[in-house]
């Protein structure tokens, strides 16, 4: 018999969180005494004011907006998954089975495995369910993760699904830090679900964009302390060649190898909007070292423009050639690449406080932006924790100067003394910033205005820090 219910996994807010009757629900008793219910401290609203949660509305049982087939009568085929899956699960056990939400690419339906009422109920549960958790290699706690159903995009999603789940594979089986596992997939529609679908283990937590309004200044620099040192072992994963995580680890696995696809040139999100352009197929990357690469992505990128009779480029992708000889010359490029996250920001980072003064960083999910770059790209500072308001994603400008508040400075002070010598080299110096902003208009091209805005900026802030470059002399590629 399964026991299925409709709940929140972290709880949602059922009115405007700054509504005086706002309430908060959760279907898990609190584990500690220092939860989100306790006040909030002047740092943590500080911390909320830079950082507004986003407000979570209740769903009916109804049809979603992507049109998704009702709860109600999905968690049953939810329920028969799990016993083609788990064809060992006594007759007895429990299933609880949630709709964990839906974004604008995946439903996500969460699933516990519960022990059996008899079990629960026996004078010997807790012995039981010890010898049961040694007995269990896989965890208890899982979700599924669905492309959704618009068949015009499915063929797309699928595409993304797949290239995740290889993502997942490889990252998993080479990282310590919790990171979500792939425990099974199908790509087709021969299953119950009559759909593809990924099952992974859902890994404890909570979101620290969310927990971050209600964290002390002491917990905030555990938290900081912890992702410093998560970066740098992310970061220790290397390869030969830059790109993206290729789809083929899933048909050549290798515990020593990884198959990385080639940064395309054009991108995907550009071939999409102008398919009239000339495409590049998907091809593995070669073994570069990080100059050669730079060199390279910079001629691909000029050879393609000019295919297409674009040519107002061609001295700044000159200028942008030099900048990277000049990193190289001074010792800024190594000669390996190394894994990024790409998007390791509070909202992919899953926490719980664990006393009134730390927290355990739980988990690192969405690593679908993951891919190979020069060490300077891995060694991005989580310099969101202490530049509050004055942060961006792409831009760190101000990240290399003293925050304005004092939990700030703190904080901050906490990276640099936890960080390596190298890490925080790469990380607070001019050269690490601008050598990150040199990537990304590598990683995008310039065929847009405000893309080459931002080289025309970047050969500028280059041009101020080191003038007897004189990149202005460089007019072609």
Not at 36 to 42: C, F, G, R
Not at 125 to 152: H, I
Not at 195 to 217: A, D, E, K
């Amino acid at each position: 018999m399964c026991a299925l219910k409709l709940v929140p996994p972290e709880g949602l807010y059922k009115q405007s969180p700054w509504s005086s009757e706002a309430s908060l629900s959760t279907i898990t008793a609190v584990e500690n005494t220092y939860s989100t219910l306790s006040p909030l401290t002047h740092a943590a609203k500080e911390r909320e004011l830079r950082n507004p949660l986003d407000i979570v509305w209740a769903k009916t049982d109804e049809l979603d907006d992507n049109g998704q087939e009702p709860f109600s009568t999905f968690k049953y085929k939810i329920n028969q998954l799990v016993v083609e899956l788990f064809p060992s699960l006594e007759a007895s056990a429990q299933l609880m089975i949630e709709e964990v939400g839906s974004g604008a690419f995946n439903r996500v339906i969460g699933v516990s495995i519960l022990p059996s009422k008899k079990h629960r109920d026996s004078a010997l549960s807790f012995a039981y369910s010890f010898y049961k958790l040694l007995r269990t290699s896989t965890p208890q706690d899982y979700v599924v993760r669905l492309p959704l159903d618009g068949r015009d995009q499915l063929s797309g999603l699928i595409s993304d699904m797949t290239r995740d789940v290889a993502i997942l594979q490889v990252v998993s089986s080479r990282l310590t830090i919790p990171v979500p596992k792939v425990i099974s997939y199908e790509l087709n529609e021969n299953n119950a679900l009559q759909r593809p679908y990924v099952l992974q283990n859902r890994l404890r937590g909570q979101s620290l964009r969310i927990l971050m309004r209600t964290l002390n200044t002491q917990q905030m620099v555990s938290a900081v302390e912890q992702i410093t040192k998560i970066i740098e072992k992310i970061a220790a994963v290397t390869a030969p060649a830059a790109g993206f995580i290729s789809i083929q680890n899933l048909e050549f696995p290798s515990a020593s190898h990884i198959h990385i696809r080639q940064y395309p040139v054009p991108t995907d999100q550009l071939a999409a909007r102008f398919p009239g352009f000339n495409q590049v197929d998907e091809q593995l990357a070669s073994p570069q070292t990080p100059f050669e690469y730079l060199v390279d992505h910079c001629q691909r990128w000029h050879r393609y423009e000019e295919s297409i009779d674009h040519h107002e480029n061609k001295a700044l992708w000159t200028q942008l050639v030099a900048i990277g000889r000049s990193l190289s010359r001074r010792g800024w490029l190594g000669d390996r690449f190394h894994l990024v996250h790409d998007d390791l920001y509070p909202r992919n980072i899953l926490a719980i406080v664990t006393s009134p003064t730390t927290v355990e960083v739980t988990g690192i999910v969405d690593w679908d932006m993951s891919f190979f770059a020069p060490k300077f790209v891995a060694f991005r500072p989580p310099y969101w924790a202490w530049m509050g308001s004055h942060s961006s994603e792409r831009d760190e400008d101000n990240a290399i100067e003293e925050p304005e508040y004092e939990e700030g400075i703190l904080l901050k002070n906490t990276f640099k003394l936890v960080a390596s010598e190298e890490f925080v080299g790469f990380a607070l110096s001019p050269e690490g910033v601008l050598a990150r902003k040199l990537f990304y208009i590598l990683e995008g091209g310039m065929l847009t205005k405000g893309r080459r805005i931002l080289a025309t900026e970047l050969v500028r802030q280059w041009d101020y820090l080191y003038p007897t470059d004189k990149l202005c002399q460089f007019n072609a590629v």
